[in-house]
């Protein structure tokens, strides 16, 4: 790490910056939206309101590309050191975090701004640059809130099917309008784990119409062997690159991300919010850890080997016991074929107290399974070869008994 390189955004820039996050929230349906079912998600979970039950306490949960290691010590020991200094604003605590991230890509003054989260800054960053005028194009299937978002701003959408390999298609991806507001590439790929060369993303960015911004979100980067883009930002490229402490660094539920772009980029956030009327600045305890876990040189790899080796295990028994499981996947999570509906199938495994991911239009028949400890993925195994083994239609009074019930916990509410 460069550890002389201690720049950040201006304390007018970041006021600016999550002034108009906070504002978004009230003036756009988007943010609006993502609220009340957030909430109620989280409710249901622990008091079974809205009609919904929580889900028993032996459920298995891999279903919302959550990190079972939680924070790690690093950022438990931070979190408690700054506990007793909630009284104060400290807005040293959330510079010192920023200049220890550009530091590390070696990112100049204003280049990058830390959100509470990553999914309030996704959606600036999206909706700031999309419009009734300027379409989104991304990946088929990928993370669902682009196009969520183009709905918001009635951006005109254009979804492009994966390659072979299930990467990002960026000579169709460019083909598919000739002056999109931005592209959105999720890197690796959620829900397919799979990996778009950086080679790729860069002649996209290269050849890419004037005027249209590359979003690449790379939520899920740590666990795999790709190479970031976030070098891209210093040369002044029209890309803005996401990044979250939610997942290798187990923070989903602490709230932390940043976003990577030039300056002017950032800047044009605040057309989406309006004028910045209240703060949703990150709290100085996840500051903390956030930056506790930059600093921990150990994290990374250790988390990343604990993953690759429990996702390796477990595609391999799948693919022993015949099942099909899209190959390449570098995240905390994979897709596997359980040859009816997903829906179906999500419902018949909550019956075994396990709970898998959501399906996709484009892979009705496939359901995402996140990662979770060795324990956890040996209840998984035994439960999907059961539920694999009850014939398709057997599924639907399991369907019938528990989809309308339970809440099933997902990454699309992470707030």
Not at 177 to 190: D, K, L
Not at 241 to 246: G, L, Q
Not at 302 to 316: G, Q
């Amino acid at each position: 790490m460069n550890s002389d390189m201690t720049q950040g955004v201006s304390r007018r820039s970041f006021l600016r910056i999550v002034g108009a996050a906070s504002a978004a929230a009230t003036t756009f349906p988007a943010f609006a939206s993502m609220t009340p079912p957030a909430a109620a998600g989280q409710t249901a979970r622990r008091s079974g309101t809205r009609g919904m039950q929580p889900l028993s306490a032996d459920t298995v949960v891999i279903s919302s590309n959550e990190n079972p290691l939680g924070p790690a010590q690093s950022a438990l020991t931070a979190i408690c050191s700054m506990g007793a200094q909630g009284g104060r604003y400290h807005w040293d605590e959330y510079m010192k975090t920023i200049d220890v991230f550009n530091g590390q890509f070696g990112l100049k003054k204003d280049y990058s701004a830390l959100f509470p989260g990553s999914s309030g800054p996704l959606d600036l960053a999206l909706m700031s640059n999309i419009g009734p005028d300027k379409p989104l194009v991304y990946g088929d299937p990928s993370y669902e809130q682009g196009p969520r978002a183009a709905e918001t701003m009635k951006a005109p959408k254009y979804p492009v099917p994966l390659t072979a390999t299930y990467a990002h298609d960026v000579k169709a991806m460019l083909k598919a309008h000739p002056s999109p507001g931005a592209y959105y590439i999720v890197n690796p790929n959620n829900p397919t784990g799979t990996i778009t060369p950086k080679e790729d993303i860069v002649w996209l960015v290269n050849n890419k119409p004037a005027g249209s911004v590359v979003i690449i979100d790379e939520a899920y980067t740590h666990f795999s062997d790709n190479e970031s883009c976030i070098d891209l930002v210093p040369q002044d490229k029209d890309v803005i690159v996401m990044r979250t402490f939610s997942k290798i660094y187990g923070m989903a539920g602490l709230r932390a991300g940043f976003v990577v772009a030039r300056p002017d980029l950032i800047d044009r956030f605040n057309n989406v919010g309006g004028p910045s009327q209240s703060l949703a600045s990150v709290s100085i305890s996840s500051a903390a850890a956030a930056r506790a876990s930059l600093l921990d040189k150990d994290l990374v790899p250790l988390r990343k080997k604990i993953n690759a080796d429990i996702r390796t295990e477990s595609v391999e028994f799948l693919t022993k016991h015949g099942y099909k499981v899209i190959p390449g996947s570098q995240g905390n999570m994979f897709m596997v074929d359980v040859k009816r509906p997903g829906k179906q199938f999500q419902s018949a495994m909550l019956k075994e107290n396990v709970a898998v991911g959501r399906t996709w239009s484009a892979m009705p028949n496939y359901v995402r399974v996140t990662v979770g400890t060795k324990s956890e993925m040996a209840k998984f195994q035994t439960a999907f070869v059961k539920c694999m083994d009850m014939p398709a239609g057997a599924a639907n009074g399991a369907a019938e008994l528990h989809a309308p019930e339970f809440h099933v916990p997902s990454e699309l509410y992470r707030g």
